[in-house]
């Protein structure tokens, strides 16, 4: 997977978005794409506008793992990455 673009990348109302918005925004665009149906240059600003989505969304996830790790160091546990966890 390409790494996330940078944040100073993301256009402002895109980083004004909670993960959740974000998240049924790009769900939106996804189907969209999927059903095929509209025209070439607008499935081209749907895919860069996903893009942009997805790198926000995986922003906010790593904003929140980072946060979840802090408050169980500051428990006293031992910080696993929430993704090694099975």
Sequence with gaps: MPPARPAQD???DIAALSFEDALAELEAIVKRLEGGQGKLEQAIADYERGA???AHCERKL?????KLQAVVTAAGGTPAGLRDVE
Excluded: G, I, S
């Excluded at 790593?62 to 980072?66: D, G, L, P």
């Design 10 to 12: 993301t256009p402002e």
């Design 52 to 54: 942009a989505l997805r």
């Design 62 to 66: 790593a904003e929140a793992e980072a």
